[in-house]
């Protein structure tokens, strides 16, 4: 669990800084649209609700990203990629 923790709290690349927050405006907006006090069309409450989730996956996803990580999981500090041997 202290890994998960640890891994939430490193430093965010941009894109995907950018991207977490592209994920709050869109889950945003889906709230806004589940919680509009006049009656809305069905559509358009179910894609409140698609936005709601595709913005909490999205926000999510980005934030336990971090700058240590490579395009295959190794660590930029040697890391270990699999196989047993550190590199």
């Known amino acids: 669990m202290s890994k998960i923790l640890d891994r939430i709290k490193a430093p965010t690349p941009k894109f995907f800084k950018v991207l977490r927050n592209i994920g709050l405006i869109m889950a945003g907006v889906g709230t806004v ?6 009656s809305l069309p069905a559509v358009v409450v179910t894609v409140g609700g698609y936005l709601v989730t595709a913005g909490g996956v999205a926000t999510a996803v980005s934030q336990i990203t971090n700058i240590a990580d490579d395009a295959i999981g190794e660590s930029k500090e040697g890391g270990n990629d699999g196989d047993g041997n550190s590199s």
């Open 33 to 38: 649209l589940l919680t509009a006090p006049v």
